[in-house]
């Protein structure tokens, strides 16, 4: 596929996934709802083709925000066609909940990103600037409700469920899940399977009994931070959504400036991001070079080699590239294309088809891609860049790619998908 052509294709997906000109499902049929970090980096994509479109995708996520500060992972339009339906989060019983139904959980905090993203696409154009003005404020209690509520006492995020940290069943998980014992085993039934070719491609059933346990247990503490962090089974620093924070923490400074902050928030703000930073750094294990999460219950390094190892890479602490070029990421053995797979095929847990555990997303590379043009490593973003483009040009806007086939697997036509391709390929084009 020519970068025309790939680019047709990126704009029929996103304009296939919109909802009325008002929010974008991930995917027609496995994800029929608004999701929380998909729809910030889609209204990336939608600023290469309509800025107000673009705003109007951040404006009806924040307007499910809760009064606590949290964004939900889940914002529902409609009620069905997905599990876990509106009903099994019970937010109507919790006061901090909005009148919409919404998820108790949050997801990686990518949006103050996405938004400075916006402003840079469309050079500051007025309905942008208007956006940041009317959206600081609501960025602000995000990221306040992410420091104050879910700090794990060191400046790490803490998470109460795989899912709030985007990379569901990634082998990151496995230690602190294996130590949860869904019982009783919770009554459901899922409804992504006939959504894939084939079911290996998805979480296992044994993770989405304790995925719906834990959601059972949330729900039943009303969500409520402070009881959780007593008693909940699950709680983890994850060391990629605090890398991210530190990342949007900066892009936050640069909206407060645009907002015209007063500078004690402005101050509180960049104390915020150096206290993440710290965290990440902290996080660093000698031996592989990758930033590890930690469980908060036994206070044990999550020894997993993921993705998320490069959260130096992505907070601005270190370009790790001697790691990502190498063996265990880019560098390995038969990969299609020279792209991270989520998973190394050096852990244990590896499995190429399935989900979070070795397939190559598009949307991480592209977290990776515009960490390394931000750290200056121009060469090695490129590189990235036009090896994603190339994939996408053989698979089309899938969720995610076998990392040796290069085959398309989950959703085939992913919304974050065609949204990164759009940027990608606009800063390819502004390149060549
Ligand atoms: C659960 C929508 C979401 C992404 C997540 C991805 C997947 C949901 C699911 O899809 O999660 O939130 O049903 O598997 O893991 O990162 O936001 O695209």
Redesign the pocket.
Known sequence: MEPAELRATAVDVLTGNDVEGRYTR??AG??PHQ????SAITAVGWAYLDGARAATELRSLFAAQWTDGRVP??VYHGRGG?FPDAGRWRTAEVPSAPPVATSGLV?PPVHALATWRLWEVTNGAFEIGDLITALYPALVRWHRYLHERRDDGRGGVVIWHP?ES???NAPRWDVPLAAIVPEPRPVYARA?LPHVDEPGQ??TDAEYDRYVWLLDRLADARYDDRRLADSHPFQVTDVLSTAILVVADGALERIAEVAGAPSPERDEIAAWARRGADAVSGARDAATGLYLDRDYVTGAPLPSRTIAGFAGLVAGIEPQLDTLLGPDFCGALDLAHPLPPTTSPADPGFAPRS??RGPVWPVTTWLLWDALRRSGEADVAAALRDAQLDALANAGMA?YLDPFSGEPLGASS?S?TAAVALDLLADHSTQV
Do not use: C, F, N, V
Not at 35 to 38: I, L
């Open positions: 991930p995917a496995l994800y999701w929380s970090w998909d992972h889940i997905y997801q899912w985007g990379t569901d992504d998805r979480p989900y979070w969720e992913q974050w």
